[in-house]
C-alpha cells in the first residue's frame, strides 16, 4: 500500500504543480508548448519502466500474477501503448466537444484540466472492478473479448458518422434539471444570475468530456487487462497515458485531418486485444508479440496519413 500511496501523491503533486504554477494564468497552449509537454509525459512515462522492474525485482509490490522484472516491463509498456493509442481517439471527440460548445482556446486547458481529475477517478474504480471480476470469475475475459470485438466493428463502420455532443443522453437531461447559459463567462463553470446558479458551456463541456471518457474507458480498461490483471500496472500505465492526454491533444488537434488511417489502427488494436482475450485460456503469447503487434498496428497508421496522398474526398473544405 506504501507504493500505491506514493504513487498516487506524485501524480496529485503534478496536478496541483501543473494548475497552480505551469498554467496559473490561463493561455492558449502553442504548438510548441504542447510538444514540450508531450514529450516529457511520455519521456516519464517510458522512464517509469525503470520503476517498475525494480518493484517487482526487490518485491516492494504485491505481485499476485507472478510476474518476473522482464515480463511486468514489458506488459507494463505495452498496456501503456495500448491506452495512448486509444487516447488518440479521445482525441478527436474532445475537439469535437470543444468545437460544438464553443469553447474558445484559452479556457481549453482548464476544462481538460479537471476532465483528467475526474478521469482518474472513474479509471481508478473501474480498474479495481475489472481486475476484481477477472480474479473472481475467470470466464469473464471471454466477455470482454467479445466486447472488444463488437467495439472494433462499431468503430470500423461508423468511420464517417457524425458526433454531436448535443444530442447525447446525458446533455439532454442536464438540460432538463440545470438552467444553463449559451455565454462563456471566463473560466467560470457557473455564474450567479437572480440569485441562482447557472452553469456555463464550459461546466457542461466537461461534463460531456467526462461521460465520454467512460464510455472511452469501457473499451480501453477490458483492452489493458487482455495484457495484464496486475492492479498496479493497469492503474499506472492508464494513468500516465491519461496525464499526456491533455499535451496531446493541444498537439495534434490542430492537425486531426492529418491522421486519417489512425481510425484503422484502433481497430486493429481492438480487435487483436479482443482475439487474444477470446484464446487466453489456448494459446499464450510472448509479452513482447503483443508489444510488437500492438506497436506495428499504431505505427503504420500513422506512417500511412502521413505518407499515402489524401484524395478529393478526404480533404476537409
Do not use: C
Not at 481529475?117 to 472513474?122: D, T, V
Not at 500505465?237 to 491533444?249: D, Q, T, V
Not at 489502427?265 to 479482443?274: M, N, P, Y
Amino acid at each position: 500500500m506504501i507504493v500505491w500511496g506514493v504513487f498516487i501523491t506524485v501524480i496529485l503533486f503534478f496536478l496541483a504543480l501543473d494548475l497552480g504554477v505551469f498554467n496559473r494564468k490561463a493561455h492558449i497552449i502553442k504548438s510548441k508548448e504542447a510538444a514540450i509537454w508531450t514529450s516529457i509525459w511520455v519521456s516519464i512515462a517510458l522512464a517509469f519502466s525503470g520503476i517498475i522492474y525494480w518493484l517487482f525485482a526487490s518485491e516492494m509490490l504485491e505481485n499476485p500474477t507472478q510476474l518476473t522484472p522482464q515480463d511486468a516491463v514489458i506488459r507494463y509498456l505495452t498496456g501503456y501503448l495500448i491506452e495512448l493509442s486509444l487516447s488518440i481517439d479521445n482525441v478527436f471527440v474532445i475537439a469535437v466537444i470543444f468545437g460544438a460548445f464553443s469553447i474558445p482556446p484559452l479556457y481549453q486547458h482548464r476544462v481538460l484540466f479537471w476532465g483528467i481529475l475526474g478521469a482518474i477517478i472513474f479509471r481508478a474504480l473501474m480498474i479495481v472492478f475489472g481486475v476484481a471480476l477477472i480474479n473472481k470469475f475467470e470466464w469473464i475475459i471471454y466477455v470482454f473479448g467479445v466486447f472488444l470485438l463488437y467495439t472494433a466493428y462499431k468503430m470500423y463502420k461508423s468511420e464517417d458518422t457524425q458526433f454531436n455532443p448535443r444530442n447525447m443522453f446525458i446533455y439532454r437531461q442536464l438540460r432538463k434539471v440545470l438552467p444553463v447559459v449559451n455565454v462563456i463567462h471566463g473560466n467560470s463553470f457557473f455564474v450567479n444570475r437572480m440569485g441562482k446558479r447557472i452553469a456555463t458551456p464550459l461546466f457542461m463541456a466537461l461534463i460531456v468530456i467526462e461521460f465520454t471518457d467512460i464510455l472511452f474507458a469501457l473499451d480501453s480498461i477490458p483492452a489493458i487487462l487482455s495484457i495484464t490483471a496486475d492492479p498496479f500496472i493497469v492503474f499506472s500505465s492508464n494513468i500516465l497515458a491519461i496525464l499526456g492526454l491533455r499535451s496531446m491533444y493541444f498537439l495534434i488537434s490542430r492537425m486531426l485531418e492529418k491522421f486519417r488511417y489512425i481510425h484503422y489502427s484502433l481497430v486493429a488494436i481492438l480487435a487483436f486485444v479482443g482475439i487474444k482475450m477470446l484464446l487466453s485460456h489456448y494459446v499464450h503469447f510472448q509479452e513482447w508479440i503483443s508489444l510488437l503487434i500492438i506497436a506495428i498496428a499504431l505505427g503504420s497508421g500513422i506512417i500511412a496519413s502521413l505518407v499515402v496522398p489524401a484524395t478529393p474526398k478526404e480533404i476537409p473544405k
